[in-house]
């Protein structure tokens, strides 16, 4: 926590809190196709991970192309009081335009194996563990300058692996929920579910 914040202090001159804004994420294969339309910032030049200011529908807002689909998309800060506006201008915007819950936005990030913190992963687990060793390029694995290197290193190089794991599970029946135990052929709890929808 403490490198997070010398290093957002650094980089960034520190992190604004924004308590009277709100996010939507308009996500999908066709998301950004549709959201050009009310935009005259050029959408082809965000990339993901980046964010522009830009009047949407003609309110202010940031926009990210960013999502936890597994699709093309942004998120868009919105002043709180013009969230229930712009929502309407973009069901208006397109025939194909929908609203959808966290249960619809799970169900695409566990077909695409994203992990959600919170669910999946927590500041307790490392990336070995989460399966997210590919986050951590090789030129940083080799300099191990970054935080809980040794510990997060000497997982990656031992053998066999040992430890939690995170794993995907494809059922047959009924989806398994969240907190359900995994147990093996004679019984025993060997792990639990941390998010589950139908397969």
């Known amino acids: ?35 050009q339309k009310g935009i005259r910032h050029s959408l082809s030049q965000l990339y993901f991970n980046h964010t522009t200011l830009a009047d949407v529908h003609g309110i202010p807002c940031r926009v990210t192309r960013c999502g936890y689909t597994g699709e093309d998309g ?9 969230v229930v506006e ?20 799970d169900s695409l990030r566990l077909e695409a194996g994203l992990c959600l913190y919170g669910n999946d992963i927590s500041e307790n687990t490392t990336p070995v563990e989460a399966a997210l060793m ?5 030129r940083r694995r080799a300099a191990k300058d970054f935080p809980g290197a040794e510990t ?5 190089s031992a053998k ?27 019984g025993d709890v060997i792990g639990e579910v941390t998010s589950g929808c139908p397969s």
């Open 86 to 105: 712009l929502v309407e201008k973009l069901l208006d915007s397109d025939g194909k335009v929908q609203l959808a819950g966290l249960a619809a936005r």
């Open 160 to 186: 066999p692996k040992q430890g939690q794991r995170r794993i995907g599970l494809i059922i047959e029946k009924a989806p398994a929920r969240p907190h359900y135990p995994i147990l093996n052929m004679d």
């Open 74 to 82: 942004v998120e868009i800060s919105v002043p709180d009081n013009k």
């Open 134 to 138: 590919w986050t951590i390029g090789k």
């Open 1 to 35: 926590k403490q490198w997070y914040q010398r290093r957002v202090a650094i980089t960034a001159g520190g992190v604004e809190v924004l308590n009277d804004h709100s996010l939507i994420a308009f996500q999908g294969p066709k998301a950004v196709p549709i959201l």
């Open 152 to 156: 997060i290193m000497k997982q990656f």
